[in-house]
């Protein structure tokens, strides 16, 4: 089975601190996505990565960087954290399009929930 | 306006109904997604669709490209379907527009 692994359930911090949400996937899967949820917006792309070393911004990329150094791993970062920052935290890995096994089919981990003080 | 907007938003009902949940979208897309979130946040992927209707034991999904309407149907619901069902519309590449959620509870 696909495993798709965030370090952190649960962390507190303090407005101004950097923060680093770390996202390891076990499948091989080209594409990377982070996503925050909050009540009555639902999940919402920040960013996303189709390969190692490539990075796009998504919807609401202000505030976060991202780092993918490895294929397996896709960290985001908040530089320096503020309140309005406090939210789930979900990544989530596919395969690519042109692999031969696509089926479009994400896999999530089960989120980081970042509060910011 | 959202570019998906399900509906209803909350919907409960009794073990063994027949639930149905709507979503529309008002973007181009490649495909729309299904999927399913359980209390504490990990979500699953049920369908991903991009014409006509998938099945996957008791849950249907379809999709009407030219209403632009996409439908997950549960039959003999169980209280364990009791979850928060996403719609997602694609318009490419994976990237993905999201709806609310509908938070479904089947009550025993």
């Known amino acids: 089975d696909v495993k798709v692994t965030q370090s952190s359930r649960y962390l507190v911090k303090r407005t101004g601190e950097k923060v680093f949400l770390e996202c390891v996937q076990d499948?091989?899967?080209?594409?990377m996505f982070w996503y925050r949820q909050d009540p009555g917006l639902g999940l919402r792309l920040i960013y996303f990565?189709?390969?190692?070393?490539?990075?796009e911004k998504g919807d609401i990329p202000e505030g976060y960087s991202v780092s993918r150094e490895k294929k397996e791993r896709f960290s985001l970062i908040l530089e320096s954290a503020s309140t309005n920052q406090t939210s789930m935290y979900l990544c989530?890995?596919?395969?690519?399009?042109?692999?031969?096994?696509?089926?479009?089919?994400?896999?999530f981990g089960e989120g980081s929930r970042l509060t910011v003080l | 306006k959202n570019e998906v907007e399900q509906s209803p938003q909350n919907l409960t009902a009794q073990e063994g109904e027949f639930i149905t949940i709507n979503c529309s979208y008002s973007?181009?897309?490649?495909?729309l997604h299904w999927l399913q979130q359980h209390p504490g946040g990990g979500i699953v992927s049920l369908f991903m669709?991009?014409?006509g209707k998938k099945k996957h034991g008791r849950l249907i999904a379809t999709i009407n490209i030219q209403e632009k309407h996409s439908s997950l149907h549960i039959t003999a619901s169980h209280p364990r379907d009791s979850a928060v069902y996403i719609c997602?519309?694609?318009?490419?590449?994976?990237?993905?527009?999201f709806g609310q959620g509908t938070r479904l509870t089947i009550n025993p």
């Open positions: 989530a890995s596919s395969l690519g399009m042109t692999s031969g096994s696509y089926t479009g089919e994400l896999f």
């Open positions: 973007v181009g897309i490649s495909a």
């Open positions: 499948m091989d899967h080209e594409n």
């Open positions: 990565s189709y390969d190692v070393k490539m990075k």
């Open positions: 669709l991009s014409s």
């Open positions: 997602a519309a694609e318009g490419g590449a994976q990237k993905l527009v």
